[in-house]
């Protein structure tokens, strides 16, 4: 017990290094013993094995050798083969032969001893090798073989093999040892310093580090005593730094809570202040020494149903939790009403118990005051926006409706160019073209009248009126409009009415007929209806323009009357237009002392009502048949006045030269034509003139300075300008430079027979002024075209009878009808008079004015008997003075850069000539007549209207079969060629000559 | 041990070949004249002595000298009493009295002599007085036909020994010599097992192949039975499995069949002994 006692005590006082050492040494130790054991095992059987293997060998060598020389019978042989085999094996210590039961040869040899001791010989005691092997030979037994060997041999090898493994071992360990020693001790210096630097840090030292060395362990343990050493310094400097900060927050707290805008208080759970900052002691007029400590009732004294909204509100807050949030309207102690917002939350301490609550009070009032002047700001902002987009619309709309009809004019004016087109497809190019023209001409009207209106310079006179002059214009122009699309139209007057209204009629016109336009615009179905009556009480004059149309729905009636707005986009795109009428009739009729109403609902149509002011009333109709309608004028209602008079037209442009030349023509006048101011001065000034037309813009001298310089010389006949600016400034312009008067271009016919019959004589025979021969407005247009003007006089003749016949037989049905046919059956190429002739019948008709239908078929009669055509043409009758005389081109005689064109079909005459006689010869009527078909077109395409003539004469005759005829004919065709071609010989030198005399 | 030892035993305990084998009975001596090693000569015979000694109830042991001579010394001394030799019919052995009894069944054997495939000899001519191989002085198609003929021929060789048949050919594959004169029956099975290509350039007559002689003192059943188990032992399994045995000892794929033979079969081996040119004694 005392040994392992000091055993236990020695150990204990042992460091760590002798301990390792210690115990690492025997367990080597034990280590070194156990290999060398093992392996002295493992080699002791590896021996025997040996021995015995060694022992089975030397028989298999043996044997057969024995077996042979047993055969032969020779034993001395064999004694000498085993004793040879005990020389090669040393262990050896018998080698036996036996056969037939005894010992033939037996071999003995010396074994020698070996060194070892005793003690390991019983210790690793081995046998001896003991091995026999019968010897036989295919099958016959030649005795047995016997070997013994010793183990003396092997044991001294274990031996030796013993000794040598074990001082390997022990050298082995001894340096393992060494090296276990140099690594711990150098490690576990590292672990006393960090002892040591622990408790320095333990006692303050916090800056202490330990330098990391050794084992990567030890290292990793160094190394983290530096980051816990680090981290904890830091730790402990940001404490130091937090308290400072914490100070310095709560005393920014209490600055930001008092210098806060915002009103805050807290309250405990019994609902008194506990605490206010100076916000709040400003908002409500009371100080906190006051209220610290008091209820909510102490604040609103005057008003205790707030205090006790308040209360209520707080106790519900302090029951439920969570954040509050109402509106209130408080009165301050100053007396003044507040909007505010309360936000309150409840304040718990640490345990989470609600101990009272927070409060703020935001003051919406002035907030509230500009969010109402915001949203009327922006209600104003998305109005303009509105308007912007409508303008910008309305731009788009613009430039749509400009470039259709525009589109139209360049259109068919470029396939008027074509040559190759008849002459009907060119008179339809020019309706067409005029039609765009007037479209185009009606839109930069609106547009203008709308500016005007916008810049408050639009003009309107107040003139006695009949009223049923204005409405039987209105209605002359809506009807068709409407029969056009199919539907009725009907004018529902409800009497009594006044005879005349004063007002401007052109504007009350422009009214009407935007507003009918407009009904027939949006209804597709049902019938358009002008009511009329008269609002005694009022002194006013009502006239609702009714449809069945698509309606207007009550949003969009609010946008109706404002300028570029239709009912919606879609609309324009659906309906077309430009969303001014509307607009502009609304203004206009508030510039007329009247306004505009509309009644209308979706799907149910529209009720557009205007009024106008009446006037004066002289007299009032009571019936259709007190109506009165203003004598038409003598001008255009009948026929062209006949005039006489000196005219000067001073017009630089050659288009418009023709053009006013081929009026006045038409009014009996042939006006002498300059080119500029200049010319006219000297002109006017060396013959007096019964009127001069002055274009305003012309080269070497313009119309205004000429004007000028004629009335500066004295010159006192009248002079009207002629301008393309038609606003009432250009106008005064005019009139002060000395114009009498102005006319606008485009030339309207009405105004321009107006003007002249104003300042020119009229014509001589008065009376036969009605009964005078009128040319067809088609030979005005061009002289050749009188087969044209031909069939459509008959056809015009045809209709006349037929309407003799209707208005006999009192068919007011059967007249209106007559007329729509008439209408379209293009009475302007006979006579313009005609078209406005044939719509008063119609409107009579409509109305059912028996009266005045009569004197219109009568007028109607007397205006198809004045119109004169020229006796047919007659190629047979053809003067054979004339027969030789060339023809010149009329298109060279308009403009001789055609010379081309004409030169081409000169070239195509023979062809021409060729396939008629071809045809004709072959008895091919059809060939023939797509010949003459086509000779018709061509021909006066060309400037030959004789080629015409003759085309027109030889189809008829193919479509009488009459072969002969056209074989005659194309005889004919022959010669004018030849004219032809002998015409453009001379040309320049003769071409005038020329022409005249064809 | 002479041979009228046994011929005592045989009358003392001799029992017929159909009666149980007899215990005591003393072995007879077979000789067999080395034309292999003796331990393949043991090996080849050992298990067909066996069975035949059982068959007939002798015991029969195989005896042998180191060489061909020392054998044919034994059975010339009477210490066989039967023998697979061809080297009593000489004229003074043949005064002896064996008779044959049983060969080998196969085609007869003839003497030949080989030169390697690669060799310039062509003919036997062109063997003068080169070194030629032969299985022994006492061999007789070996040794004794060849030489005949080169002598007949007027060739004169230096004669070199082998031992044995196969000696011989092992001495003309490692180029020791010339040519061999060997059995010409073992020529293609020798050279089939060796890889040894060779070309023979003469053959001699055709003799019937070594016969088992009996001693002629031994009893005529005893020579009966032996001779009646040697012919049926291709029909009985035993003895199909000991002639099995000893094919492949020799690592032969051809199993040996006894067959009967007369004494009058062999009398051309007696005529060239009479005639030959050759000096000595096989």
């Not at chain 1, 044997?63 to 055969?71: C, H, I, N, S």
């Not at chain 1, 980051?227 to 404490?239: I, K, T, Y």
């Not at chain 1, 303009?384 to 409706?401: G, I, T, V």
């Not at chain 1, 000169?906 to 086509?934: F, G, I, M, N, V």
């Amino acid at each position: 017990m005392n040994l392992a006692a000091r055993g236990t005590a020695v150990w204990r006082s042992l460091g760590l290094l002798p301990r390792l050492a210690a115990a690492q040494g025997l367990l080597l130790l034990c280590a070194a013993a156990l290999i060398t054991l093992l392996f002295a095992r493992q080699y002791h059987a590896q021996l025997a094995g040996e021995q015995a293997a060694k022992a089975r060998l030397l028989l298999d060598v043996a044997a057969p050798l024995v077996a042979e020389q047993a055969l032969i019978g020779d034993y001395a042989a064999v004694k000498q083969l085993l004793e040879r085999q005990a020389t090669v094996y040393p262990e050896i210590s018998r080698l036996t032969w036996r056969w037939n039961g005894r010992d033939r040869v037996v071999v003995r040899p010396d074994v020698p001893r070996e060194e070892v001791p005793g003690w390991f010989q019983r210790l690793a005691a081995m046998p001896e090798a003991h091995a026999t092997a019968d010897i036989r030979l295919g099958g016959a037994d030649y005795g047995r073989l016997e070997a013994v060997l010793d183990p003396t041999r092997a044991q001294h090898a274990l031996w030796r093999a013993t000794l040598h493994n074990l001082a390997l071992s022990s050298s082995a360990m001894l340096v393992l040892m060494v090296a276990l020693f140099f690594v711990l001790r150098a490690n576990l210096r590292v672990l006393r310093q960090l002892a040591d630097a622990a408790d320095r840090f333990r006692h303050g030292d916090h800056t202490v580090r330990v330098r990391p060395g050794g084992a990567r362990e030890v290292r990793s343990a160094a190394s983290a005593f530096n980051n816990v050493a680090e981290r904890m310094q830091g730790l402990l400097n940001d404490l130091s730094e937090s308290r400072q900060q914490l100070r310095e927050q709560l005393h920014f707290s209490e600055e930001l809570i008092e210098t806060l805008p915002l009103p805050l208080y807290t309250k405990n759970r019994q609902g008194r202040f506990t605490r206010v900052n100076k916000a709040w002691e400003a908002f409500f007029g009371a100080g906190r020494a006051e209220m610290l400590g008091r209820h909510v009732a102490d604040l609103y004294l005057d008003s205790p149903e707030i205090a006790a909204h308040i209360d209520v509100m707080d106790r519900a807050l302090m029951r439920n939790g969570g954040l509050q949030t109402h509106d209130a309207t408080l009165r301050t102690r100053r007396g003044e009403d507040r909007q505010v917002m309360f936000a309150k939350t409840t304040l718990t301490d640490a345990d989470g118990h609600v101990i009272g609550l927070i409060g703020a009070i935001t003051d919406l009032t002035e907030l509230k005051r500009a969010e109402h002047q915001a949203r009327a700001a922006l209600i104003e902002k998305t109005a303009a926006e509105k308007a912007n987009q409508a303008k910008s619309l309305f731009l788009a709309n613009m430039s749509h409706e400009i470039r259709t009809p525009l589109t139209a004019i360049i259109g068919y004016s470029e396939a008027l160019l074509d040559v190759r087109q008849s002459m009907a497809e060119r008179i339809e190019g020019i309706r067409t073209i005029r039609q765009a023209g007037r479209h185009l001409l009606g839109l930069i009207n609106d547009i203008l009248d709308l500016s005007k209106i916008e810049a408050g310079r639009l003009e309107v006179e107040c003139i006695p009126v009949p009223l049923f002059d204005l409405i039987d214009d209105v209605v002359a122009l809506a009807r068709p409009q409407a029969e056009a699309k199919g539907i009725g139209f009907a004018v529902e007057p409800v009497f009594p009415l006044p005879a005349k209204v004063t007002t401007d009629p052109v504007r009350a016109k422009q009214i009407l007929l935007n507003l009918i336009s407009n009904a027939i615009k949006f209804t597709e179905q049902g019938q358009v209806s002008l009511r009329v009556r008269h609002d005694a009480v009022g002194g006013r004059l009502v006239i609702e323009v009714v449809d069945t149309g698509i309606g207007i729905s009550a949003e969009q009636l609010v946008r109706l009357f404002q300028a570029f707005s239709q009912a919606d986009a879609s609309t324009t795109r659906r309906f077309g237009g430009t969303g001014l009428g509307l607009a502009l009739s609304k203004q206009l009729a508030e510039m007329l002392g009247g306004s505009i109403c509309v009644d209308s609902a979706p799907g149910r149509g529209s009720r557009f009502t205007v009024t106008l002011p009446v006037g004066a009333i002289d007299a009032m109709m009571h019936g259709a048949d007190d109506i009165r309608r203003a004598p038409p004028p003598e001008d255009a209602r009948t026929t062209a006045p006949n005039l006489k008079g000196r005219l000067l037209l001073v017009e630089d442009n050659p288009v418009n030269q023709r053009v006013i030349a081929l009026k006045a023509r038409h009014l009996g006048i042939e006006p002498r034509i300059v080119e500029n101011g200049a010319q006219a001065v000297e002109a006017a000034l060396a013959e007096p003139f019964d009127l001069i037309l002055m274009d305003m813009h012309m080269p070497v001298m313009d119309g205004m300075t000429a004007t000028r310089t004629l009335r500066a010389r004295g010159y006192t006949g009248p002079i009207v300008a002629l301008t393309a600016n038609s606003t009432q400034e250009d106008r005064q312009y005019c009139l002060d430079a000395g114009c009498n008067g102005f006319l606008t271009k485009p030339i309207e016919n009405a105004q321009f027979t107006e003007t002249l019959r104003r300042h020119l004589q009229a014509g001589e025979a008065a009376p036969a002024a009605s009964g005078e021969p009128l040319v067809p407005a088609l030979l005005w247009q061009d002289p050749d075209l009188v087969e044209l003007a031909r069939h459509l006089h008959e056809r015009f003749v045809a209709y006349g009878a037929a309407l003799q016949r209707a208005q006999a037989a009192g068919d007011n049905e059967a007249m209106r009808t007559l007329a729509r046919q008439m209408k379209t059956a293009g009475p302007d190429y006979l006579a313009p008079q005609l078209t406005e002739l044939i719509g008063q019948l119609e409107f009579a008709a409509t109305a059912g004015n028996r009266q005045s239908t009569q004197d219109l078929v009568a007028k109607f009669d007397a205006l198809m008997a004045r119109l004169q055509l020229p006796s047919p043409p007659d190629g047979a009758a053809t003067p054979a003075s004339a027969a030789d005389t060339p023809l010149v081109s009329d298109l060279l005689q308009e403009s001789p850069d055609m010379a081309d064109l004409v030169e081409y079909f000169l070239e195509r005459l023979p062809e021409y000539e060729a396939s008629l006689r071809t045809a004709a010869a072959a008895a091919d009527l059809a060939a023939l007549k797509t010949q003459a078909h086509d000779l018709k077109s061509v021909g006066g395409g060309y400037g030959y209207p004789l080629v015409t003539q003759l085309a027109i004469r030889m189809e008829a005759s193919i479509l009488a079969g009459k072969l002969d005829e056209v074989l005659g004919q194309i005889d004919e065709f022959a010669r004018l060629a030849r004219r032809i071609r002998a015409g453009e010989a001379t040309r320049p030198a003769g071409s005038q000559a020329a022409y005249r005399s064809s | 041990m002479r041979w009228y030892f046994f011929v005592l035993a045989m009358t003392v305990g001799w029992t017929p070949a159909t009666g149980a084998p007899a215990e005591t009975e003393a072995p007879l001596g077979f000789g067999v004249i080395n034309q292999r090693s003796v331990t393949l000569t043991a090996q080849a015979w050992n298990p067909i002595l066996g069975y035949v000694g059982k068959k007939v109830g002798v015991p029969l042991v195989l005896k042998m000298g180191r060489t061909a001579p020392e054998t044919t010394a034994m059975t010339v001394r009477g210490e066989h009493a039967f023998a697979y030799t061809n080297h009593m019919f000489t004229v003074d052995r043949d005064r002896l009295g064996y008779k044959v009894i049983l060969r080998m069944q196969g085609e007869p054997i003839r003497g030949a002599i080989v030169v390697r495939d690669d060799s310039p000899v062509r003919s036997v001519a062109d063997l003068k007085d080169a070194r030629v191989a032969f299985p022994s002085r006492e061999a007789f198609v070996g040794y004794w036909l060849p030489m005949d003929h080169l002598l007949k021929s007027g060739v004169r060789v230096q004669e070199v020994f082998a031992g044995n048949q196969e000696g011989a050919m092992s001495q003309l594959q490692f180029g020791e010599v010339a040519a061999a004169a060997v059995n010409h029956k073992l020529l293609s099975r020798y050279g089939q097992r060796e890889g040894f290509r060779y070309r023979v350039i003469w053959t001699s007559d055709p003799y019937l192949d070594v016969p088992i002689v009996a001693h002629p003192s031994l009893p005529p059943r005893l020579v009966e039975a032996v001779r009646a188990a040697f012919i049926g032992m291709a029909e009985d399994p035993a003895g199909r499995r000991a002639l099995q045995a000893s094919a492949e000892a020799l690592g032969s794929p051809e199993v040996w069949r006894f067959v009967r033979a007369e004494d009058a079969e062999y009398d051309n081996y007696r005529r060239f002994y009479r005639t030959t040119v050759v000096k000595g004694n096989p």
